[in-house]
């Protein structure tokens, strides 16, 4: 009679992945030495935007919530500050940014009032009330909306940045990086040294999956392999700030920046207290560094002039 095969027990294969997203902190990537990044005024100054950034945000929901704006809008409260944070220390690129780009295109010297139109469908809006939030698009500043097809910013901006040679911001998610051509752009930028400053905002989020459902690797590490400057930290101002001052002109490089979504991925409902709150954070540095003072002016003057902006709208 026969005997049964005897099947060895296959050991189980483990490869040894990175824990993720253990980094997930907001103190991600912290060095003392940041601190010294800004000036007291350049802090302050980044400060006055971000409040202006935040209050247009929450303007923006009460006018969803009155359905006064009936496209999707994508808010960034949370991550305001990002975008304050790179005007004041990458200035004047040519922005590619996605659909969470509200701050980028009010930090970096867009009209807000035609930012106003846009989302409310006016003929007024920076592209005449067609793209909507999820495109902004201004060749003033410039920035160039985006197609709606998630990471697709990222080849078009090293496209853009070697045809010209000038300074370009690509924005992406942590969802976008997943998508193939944006490995292959970034590959063929690092070859051709194009002058882009990659960032992804990662909020650990596409939607509503988080990053660990999704991937196993590090996008950090993955552009590392590519031969790029890459750092993996946490929406500290003053961190950003310092990284950006340690990459000097030397690009292209990556930040990936870990972040929180204070509101849904569209829309202005909230699901409960986000893992951070950076604005109060930040608060707080500037109330340690004697700040406190012409933070409070600052609120009022910029909370006035968003409410103002979006009064009789
Ligand atoms: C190629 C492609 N796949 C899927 C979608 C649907 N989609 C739109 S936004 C989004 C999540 C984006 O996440 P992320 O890039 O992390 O940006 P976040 O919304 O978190 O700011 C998805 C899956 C899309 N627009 N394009
Ligand atoms: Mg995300």
């Keep these: 009679m026969r005997t049964a095969i005897q099947l060895k027990t296959q050991p189980q294969v483990r490869h040894p992945v990175q824990p993720h997203p253990a980094g997930r902190s907001c103190e991600h990537g912290w060095v003392p030495e940041a601190l010294s990044a800004l000036t007291e005024q350049q802090a302050l100054s980044i400060y006055r935007q971000i409040v202006y950034n935040r209050e247009f945000e929450l303007q923006v929901a009460e006018a969803l919530i009155d359905k006064k704006i009936t496209t999707p809008t994508y808010l960034a409260v949370g991550q305001e500050h990002i975008a304050a944070t790179l005007a004041h220390t990458f200035p004047k690129p040519m922005i590619f940014a996605q659909h969470r780009a509200h701050p980028y295109y009010l930090s970096f010297g867009g009209d807000p009032a035609a930012l106003r139109d846009e989302l409310l469908g006016l003929d007024s809006g920076c592209a005449q009330g067609k793209g909507g939030s999820a495109s902004i698009h201004d060749p003033a500043i410039p920035m160039f909306g985006h197609s709606g097809l998630m990471g697709d910013q990222i080849p078009i901006a090293v496209g853009a940045a070697i045809a010209s040679g000038r300074a370009t911001l690509a924005v992406t998610g942590d969802a976008s990086v997943e998508e193939d051509y944006v490995f292959s752009a970034m590959g063929y930028a690092q070859a051709k040294q194009a002058p882009v400053l990659f960032v992804c905002e990662d909020n650990d989020l596409s939607i509503l999956t ?68 950076r604005f109060e954070l930040i608060q707080a540095r500037l109330n340690d560094l004697g700040l406190g003072k012409s933070c409070g002016k600052i609120d009022c003057e910029e909370r006035e002039r968003a409410l103002n902006l979006w009064k009789n709208s």
């Design 210 to 277: 988080p990053v660990a459902t999704r991937r196993q690797w590090n996008m950090t590490d993955v552009v590392r392999s590519l031969g790029m400057y890459a750092v993996d930290i946490a929406d500290d101002p003053w961190l950003i700030a310092w990284h950006i001052a340690q990459m000097d002109t030397n690009l292209p490089a990556f930040l990936n920046i870990r972040t929180c979504r204070h509101l849904w991925h569209a829309g202005a409902g909230c699901d409960g207290p986000p893992e951070w709150h």
